[in-house]
């Protein structure tokens, strides 16, 4: 899988031009998604030096990115003349998530095990079937399709 991971926020707290604290975890994940052979991608606001130093940051913690900003590593508008800095991937992890980020230890649950994050909530929620959102939740799914709002 192709996962994009933006930083500040998401790896570490945001601190914008500075580089924050680490997200409890976030490198430690994001190596074990690494060594299961996903491509993670950097995608980050950051450009030139703040960059650079972002990378950088990740590197002396031992995670190397497989694309920065970028769909491959070779990719230049001279090479790709549709060149976009909207990824093409199968997966974001952002901050600015609808609902924020889930701790990484969700994040990497979700991944390894192919869930959603509606799965983790109903199975949060199973413990009391009876309450009035997991029934909304559960009549909701039946009367509509994912196509309809």
């Known amino acids: 899988m192709t996962i ?3 930083f ?3 790896i570490v707290e945001h601190k914008y031009p500075e580089i924050g604290e680490e997200i409890p975890f976030a490198i430690e994940t ?3 998604l690494v060594n299961e052979r996903h491509r993670l ?3 980050s606001v950051r450009e030139g030096k703040l960059l650079d130093e972002a990378v950088e940051w990740c590197r002396k913690r031992g995670l190397e990115f497989w694309a920065v900003n970028r769909d491959y590593p070779e990719e230049t ?3 790709n003349p549709s ?3 909207k990824l093409k991937v199968d997966m974001f992890i952002d901050d600015r998530n609808i609902g924020g980020l889930p701790d990484w230890g969700t994040i990497y649950r979700m991944i390894s095990q192919n869930t959603t994050w509606q799965d983790i909530v109903d ?3 199973s413990g009391n079937p009876q309450s009035s959102h997991h029934r909304y939740r559960h009549e909701e799914r039946i009367k509509k399709k994912w196509w309809q709002i």
Request: net charge negative; glycine share 4%.
């Open 123 to 125: 199975e949060a929620e």
């Open 4 to 6: 994009a991971v933006d």
């Open 8 to 10: 500040d926020g998401t």
């Open 77 to 79: 508008l001279h090479n």
């Open 41 to 43: 991608i950097l995608w």
């Open 83 to 85: 060149y976009s800095r």
């Open 30 to 32: 994001l190596k074990m």
